[in-house]
T-cell receptor, first 111, second 115 residues
Framework: DAKTTQPPSMDCAEGRAANLPCNHS???????VYWYRQIHSQGPQYIIH???NNETNEMASLIITEDRKSSTLILPHATLRDTAVYYC????????????FGKGTTLSVSS | ETGVTQTPRHLVMGMTNKKSLKCEQH?????MYWYKQSAKKPLELMFV???????ENNSVPSRFSPECPNSSHLFLHLHTLQPEDSALYLC??????????????FGPGTRLTVT
């Protein structure tokens, strides 16, 4: 079973920030938070990951609460191409450890 | 383009056929994975290979047979499949390095239809 809880769907207007929440209340001290997304019928795409500090890259920002029980993925200026299913996954950083996907959040960006 | 290629992209096969799916990664990674995604279901892990050795078999039926001849190639041999095996089959790879996080890079998938 997935260790995370995400809302099934969210809507966002093009150009606005998309804030996708994730609850992971049972996360262990050595588990990272990863975010992937899957555009329709394509393979999932890595977005960002973090352990306890906030992280930012060219795609998104990841905000992790101090108790690490929840996090938020932020797409600062959503575009139509960001419409996808977004998966929040917790796992240890170890080679050969598979990703356990839940149902994710379907983000719909509209103009 | 993620550096992970899969062929064929689409495959239609009968229940008595034998076919193979191929995955190749050009990233120098050491771990490779097969996932299955059925309609309206989350991705499910099938197999994991680390340095060509199978390290995980997620209770997959024997009609699916993986093969990893080297760190760059992964095959999934299919025989006597059932219609419920129709799905998107995804291959992924990741780097094996101490002290690093291990994001997985996915291929585009093979859309399999069993008739």
């Amino acid at each position: 079973d997935a260790k995370t809880t995400q809302p099934p769907s969210m809507d966002c207007a093009e150009g606005r920030a998309a804030n996708l929440p994730c609850n992971h209340s049972t996360i262990s001290g050595n588990e990272y938070v990863y975010w992937y997304r899957q555009i329709h019928s394509q393979g999932p795409q890595y977005i960002i990951h973090g352990l306890k500090n906030n992280e930012t890259n060219e795609m998104a920002s990841l905000i992790i609460t101090e108790d690490r029980k929840s996090s938020t993925l932020i797409l600062p200026h959503a575009t139509l191409r960001d419409t996808a299913v977004y998966y929040c996954i917790v796992r240890v950083a170890q080679a050969g450890t598979a990703l356990i996907f839940g149902k994710g959040t379907t983000l719909s960006v509209s103009s | 383009e993620t550096g992970v290629t899969q062929t064929p992209r689409h495959l239609v096969m009968g229940m008595t056929n034998k076919k193979s799916l191929k995955c190749e990664q050009h990233l120098g990674h050491n771990a490779m994975y097969w996932y299955k995604q059925s309609a309206k279901k989350p991705l499910e892990l099938m197999f994991v290979y680390n340095f060509k050795e199978q390290t995980e078999n997620n209770s997959v039926p024997s009609r699916f047979s993986p093969e990893c001849p080297n760190s760059s190639h992964l095959f999934l041999h299919l025989h006597t499949l059932q219609p419920e095996d129709s799905a998107l089959y995804l291959c992924a790879s990741s780097q094996d390095a101490m002290g690093q996080h291990y994001e997985q890079y996915f291929g585009p998938g093979t859309r399999l239809t069993v008739t």
